[in-house]
């Protein structure tokens, strides 16, 4: 076993005083003498998914006293996006993803840990410890709450948040009463876990397993099966295991096993803001992952799964299908997977599946490849003269009639002006519904755009109405939603510029997103520009606001890596 950095803290003569608070915790003399793990976790009674946590950390805390190590715990804080959805709360998520990593690094410091047991569920919390992880770089774990089960809304009907979502617009437009949306929203989330879709806690939590920093199971075992407690278990062992071993988070996540992620990524259709979360994880070890690499595999790598929102399969079923391992199999049959990185099972990926026998077991969840969904994956990246450092789709929950379109932009500053116009009726076939000033910086805090799109979905408006927009999307969002357009308007981005009326040319297969105005134009236009600056009343928001970089390249802090 590796010296243990806990040493530093509890051995010696002058360490006394120290081991005095570690015996006022109830500690004993053979418990001081282990291995320190720390155990993040981020239950809460605000966030469904992560109602559960105490049982999952109470199951890590038995693995890491069975392999013979002092579990010790510590909080963590997390945002439910859902219940954040549409009012300021949203402006807090995207920045509760730094302060998570942040806080995170202070109690690991602070209290000189030798391992540490990750265990998040939901959007920002995940990527938010992934990064803790490797700027650590201790020996470590991820093990997530997992997924909830689909609501049953009537006999052979389920749903889930998005549904509801959706349905909204669906009232608005009168095609159901409010009495059936009531009935709707008591039924469509039955108990804890993360949103039952491919949203972006489940992606999250299904690209670290496909990292190899999460076991097999991780990103698909219901919240509420027993399978998931003895993962737990499990992993509180394991990473006893990878301090034996001195296996560390940065020798598992190199450019190879990231190149394994993405390809599930883009064979799971995972939400876009995988795209705005992995490079930011990755700088971490020092790792310059850029948009490139997205699109790259993207374009070699098949979308296998249709999972909600895209379709009409949920986590349960891609768990019943065979899970992550048989997606990773079936992509490994093309060359796409690297069978020789390393995970925290202490093996590879190759001995990985072959002693899952991992393979595909519901050929309707999870396509073979020669009957993919399409022989791209479910993210493109479009650059043009409306985005000339990116955006992002996800390009498999796209209606066939929105890949190639021009659309006439109806400009609105922010998420409400436009929600007020969704609803009120005034958005038609064929119109762009554009959403600036809420990126990273000009929202600040890069709000999530469900509402809108599921209100756009809801009233029939999907196949014929993008939505194009500096900020982000919920990873349940469905239709020609095209996010992360970079540089934002707060940045003096083209964005900034456009005008009601304008034409913009989607191509979506030739990854181009154009706005049809000459450059005499738009040299006019910026002559008269006046960038908005939103008043912010809150401190927190304003520092976030000066740090943040762009959404291209993660919107992480712009000196992270100085």
Request: aromatic share 4%; with cysteine.
């Amino acid at each position: 076993m590796t010296d243990q950095a806990s040493k530093n803290m509890k051995c010696g003569l002058e360490k006394a005083p120290h081991r005095s608070l570690l015996y006022a915790l109830g500690l004993t003399k053979e418990e001081i003498d282990r291995p320190f793990v720390g155990i993040v976790n981020a239950a809460s009674e605000v966030v469904p998914g992560h109602l559960h946590l105490d049982a999952i950390a109470s199951a890590v805390k038995s693995g890491v006293r069975m392999a013979g190590g002092t579990p010790l715990e510590f909080p963590a804080i997390a945002v439910c996006d859902g219940l954040a959805m549409n009012h300021e709360g949203m402006r807090f998520s995207l920045p509760s993803r730094e302060f998570i990593a942040d806080s995170i690094e202070i109690m690991a410091r602070a209290h000189a840990f030798d391992a540490l047991v990750f265990i998040p569920n939901c959007d920002k919390c995940v990527p938010g410890m992934l990064m803790a992880m490797l700027r650590l770089n201790l020996p470590s774990i991820l093990i997530s709450g997992g997924p909830m089960l689909p609501g049953n809304l009537a006999p052979g009907v389920r749903g889930d948040l998005i549904t509801v979502f959706e349905a909204v617009g669906k009232a608005g437009a009168g095609q159901i009463t409010e009495k059936e949306l009531q009935k709707m929203e008591e039924r469509a989330c039955p108990g804890c876990g993360a949103c039952a879709g491919m949203f972006t806690a489940n992606s999250m939590n299904c690209l670290g397993e496909a990292l190899g920093v999460a076991l097999p199971g991780n990103g698909t075992i219901p919240a509420v099966s027993a399978g998931r407690i003895r993962l737990a278990k499990t992993a509180g062992m394991k990473v006893m295991d990878l301090l034996r071993d001195n296996i560390r988070p940065r020798d598992i996540v190199t450019r190879n096993s990231i190149a394994n992620a993405v390809a599930v990524d883009m064979a799971l259709g995972c939400s876009t803001n995988t795209v705005l979360h992995l490079p930011a994880v990755f700088a971490e070890a020092n790792l310059d992952i850029g948009l490139e690499l997205f699109d790259e595999v993207s374009r070699k790598s098949p979308n296998l799964c249709k999972l909600s929102p895209a379709g009409k399969h949920f986590m349960v079923d891609l768990d019943n299908a065979g899970g992550i391992p048989a997606v990773m199999a079936e992509l490994d049959k093309l060359g796409l997977i690297d069978g020789d990185c390393m995970t925290v099972t202490g093996h590879t990926v190759a001995q990985n599946l072959k002693d899952l026998d991992a393979r595909i077991l519901d050929e309707d969840v999870i396509h073979p490849h020669e009957k993919a969904w399409s022989k791209e994956g479910g993210i493109a990246i479009l650059r043009g003269s409306l985005a000339p450092l990116g955006a992002v789709v996800k390009q498999s929950a796209v209606a066939p009639e929105m890949m190639r379109r021009q659309v006439v932009a109806r400009v609105f500053d922010s998420e409400q002006d436009a929600m007020d116009a969704i609803l009120g009726g005034r958005i038609k076939a064929n119109d762009a519904v554009v959403i600036r000033y809420e990126g990273p910086k000009g929202g600040p805090g890069m709000r999530e755009m469900l509402s809108a799109t599921a209100a756009i979905t809801g009233m029939g408006l999907g196949r014929d109405v993008a939505l194009l927009t500096d900020g982000r999307f919920s990873g349940g969002t469905n239709g020609a939603a095209i996010g992360h357009i970079s540089p934002e308007a707060a940045d003096g981005g083209i964005i900034a510029l456009v005008q009601d009326g304008d034409i913009i040319s989607i191509d979506i297969p030739g990854r181009k997103l154009d706005l049809m105005v000459d450059e005499a134009e738009l040299a006019r236009r910026r002559e008269k520009l006046d960038i908005i600056s939103k008043e912010c009343p809150y401190p927190v928001l304003r520092r976030y606001a000066r740090q943040v970089g762009s959404a291209g390249t993660g919107a992480r802090y712009k000196d992270q890596n100085s």
